[in-house]
């Protein structure tokens, strides 16, 4: 794989691994990528711009406006870019990248790019496993950015933890990889649908599921990440997602989902089902909250309608994708679901499977189409997305 003619924009924070920069700028240039780096002022304290401007062959970026006072464009620069990273990125510039302060140039390139952004963060492991820096990498994630987590090992402090900043041969694969990746799905649109649905009972109450969305947002993620323009709907969810290629959808019962689903059903290329929607909902949905006065209370339900069968019904060119998630028989109740409902293909999770299902960050999944089956080990839920994606890439 190379780099060749692609245009990065490396952006380099105040940590010690800045050094890093000098070997990362020339294996890019080998690579036959073209480089302009911005820096903060407290990275030029680690490394020199002269040593980085030599190896990148282009100028490199401090501040708003050079020694003669000439302005510089941050908009032309982001522009440029078909990448941004950020590396090493500090956990100063991470809160800024998640909250959205724009007080110096490089965070002014940032929030004026709109190619995809890499970052590589590095600090001592205890600002690591901080709760701020924890949460400001899911913000950056659910911006759609990529994280290159850092490594384990020995650190400028001394200690020897989690916080080295990747290494350099590292952040090129990955820069690689996102390259080759960020055209699989181009010009290809994704519905994906998510979480569970909530059937109203009365005004305060409803009947709902344990589904956390985390497994349907993951998939939209990937998806996006690929290229694909992604329509994501989903039932009540606390997951946030806010890529440029995806386009999110609230919905809260299982009708508002149908009736969503098949405004953009026919225009896709991949529908994938992974929302957990009520098989039932209350017949009568009371207008005034229900009072205790009787001993008992029977709740009357009807069968909702099944859209991934509707779905399966009035499949013309789409792929199509369902879940299926079971506590007993599963891989005889998937393969039976991949019949009746007519799906390309049908990814299995077991609720016997520790780690597996709705609450957890991890799933254990099984994929069957008609003609195969592939069983994937125990994996956090991002990596679920990848594998998912990685199998209808190769079926598409
Ligand atoms: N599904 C759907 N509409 C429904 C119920 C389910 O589209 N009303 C979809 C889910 O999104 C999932 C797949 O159907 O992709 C399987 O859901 P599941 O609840 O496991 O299966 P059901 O078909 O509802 O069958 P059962 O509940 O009897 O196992």
């Known amino acids: 794989m190379s780099l060749q003619g692609k245009k990065i924009i490396l952006g380099i924070t105040g940590g010690i691994a800045a050094y890093k920069m000098n070997f990362l700028v020339r294996d890019l240039l080998k690579s036959g990528a073209e480089v302009k780096i911005v820096m903060t002022k407290s990275a030029t304290d680690f490394v020199s711009a002269l040593t980085l401007s030599t190896l990148s062959k282009n100028k490199v970026y401090t501040n708003f406006y050079d020694e003669n006072k000439t302005w510089n464009n941050h908009v032309e620069l982001a522009l440029w870019a078909d990448l941004m ?112 649905t909530y059937e109203n009972i009365d005004p305060v109450r409803f009947i709902g599921n344990h589904s956390s969305g985390k497994m349907g947002f993951d998939l939209a993620k990937e998806a996006a990440r690929r290229g694909a323009e992604v329509i994501l709907i989903s039932g009540p ?52 909250k229900i009072k ?10 009807i069968k909702n309608k099944d859209i991934l069968g509707t779905m399966g019904e009035k499949k013309s060119k789409q792929f199509l994708v369902g879940f299926a998630l079971e506590t007993q028989n599963e891989e005889q109740n998937a393969k039976e679901k991949l019949i009746r409902k007519n799906l390309d293909m049908i990814v299995l999770n077991s609720l016997r499977d520790e780690g597996a299902g709705f609450a957890n960050t991890t799933n254990k999944i099984k994929i069957f189409t008609p003609a195969e089956e592939r069983s994937f080990s125990l994996k956090s839920k991002e990596a679920v997305a990848k594998d998912i994606l990685d199998f209808i890439e190769e079926k598409l």
Not at 143 to 156: D, V, Y
Not at 172 to 183: C, M, N, R, Y
Not at 292 to 301: D, G, Q, R, Y
Request: glycine share 4%; with cysteine; proline share 5%.
């Open 292 to 301: 205790k006065n009787e001993s008992e209370l029977t709740i009357e339900l």
């Open 237 to 288: 969810s606390a997951e946030k997602i806010a890529a440029k290629n995806i386009t999110l959808l609230h919905v809260t019962s299982a009708q508002e989902m149908f009736d969503e689903v098949f405004q953009y059903y026919e225009i896709v290329d991949v529908a994938i089902m992974s929302a957990a929607v009520a098989d039932y909902a209350p017949k009568v949905k009371a207008t005034e």
């Open 85 to 196: 990273l950020i590396a090493p990125c500090t956990a100063n510039t991470l809160a800024k990248i998640s909250s959205g302060i724009c007080d110096n140039f490089l965070m002014a390139v940032y929030m004026s790019a709109k190619c995809p952004v890499v970052i590589a963060p590095a600090m001592d492991l205890d600002m690591y496993a901080h709760p701020t820096v924890i949460r400001n990498l899911q913000t950056a994630e659910s911006f759609g950015h990529q994280i290159i987590p850092a490594e384990f090992g020995e650190l400028a402090s001394g200690l020897v933890g989690q916080g080295r900043l990747a290494e350099p041969s590292t952040i090129l694969s990955v820069l690689e990889k996102q390259f080759s990746d960020a055209e699989s799905f181009s010009g290809k649109k994704f519905l994906i649908t998510a979480g569970p």
